[in-house]
């Protein structure tokens, strides 16, 4: 079983630099999507693959932020957010339970240019987050994927030293997010590269992402009780069309 997950950085624009051929080509069994920046009334006029169920969460502002789930075969059930009002206005989340597991497809929000949502991200959302995850747990194993907006070691990013108090690699992000795999989360692309230079997003200034100045921010984190299932993990840089670039697991 494939799970891909990419942050396309607007839907609209990525169609128009090849989504539906890349999707078509991916072979996923489940493609999650983040920062969507579109209501699915904006797409009826698409065609999408054949054999997929999906389904949005879109934000309360229009083109901002959202996440998409398309999977062979209807998921048993589809939640939305956390249930918590403040975390759930900007479309951030969508909860498909499956069979034997629970997949969250998360776009965690950005602290921000002078870390003005650094408080929000680290002391309400991230904590929220983890017991949202901890909670569906109960039940079945969760995959959780998606942008975290966070690179969570110095190995995660290409230029760690000029970055320590930008968002995205604070010690408070960096903190929040080992709490989470100390909760019992396994990062999955780790389990089989411990090197740097992987990453999966760049600066769109000219020639970044050519040499490969970026940072790991985009994960598939697993229960425990998913490992011995975990046969791969992978980032695919060589995808264009966003600033992100797909990232995935496949699961035995």
Known sequence: MKLVSWNVNGLRAVLQRGFLDFFKGSDADVLCLQETKAHPDQLNHLDWPPGYHHVWNWAEKP??????????GKPLKVTYGMGIA??????RIINAEFEDFILVNVYTPNSKRD???????????????????????????????GDLNVAHQAIDIA???????????TIEERTTFTALLKAGFIDTFREFEKGGGHYTWWSMMPGVR??????????????AALRPRLKDAF?????????????????E
């Open 235 to 251: 980032i695919w840089p060589h995808v264009m069309g966003s600033d992100h670039c797909p990232v995935g697991i496949e699961l």
């Open 159 to 169: 230029r760690p030293k000029g970055n320590e108090r930008n968002a995205g690699f």
């Open 63 to 72: 083109g901002y932020s959202g996440t998409a789930v398309f999977s062979r």
């Open 86 to 91: 403040e975390h759930d206005r900007e479309g």
């Open 210 to 223: 050519a040499k490969n100045i970026g940072w790991r921010i985009d994960y598939f984190g697993i229960s």
């Open 115 to 145: 870390l003005l949502r650094l408080d929000y991200r680290t002391r309400e959302w991230d904590v929220a987050y983890r017991r949202h995850l901890k909670k569906l747990e109960r039940r079945k194993p969760v995959i959780f994927c």
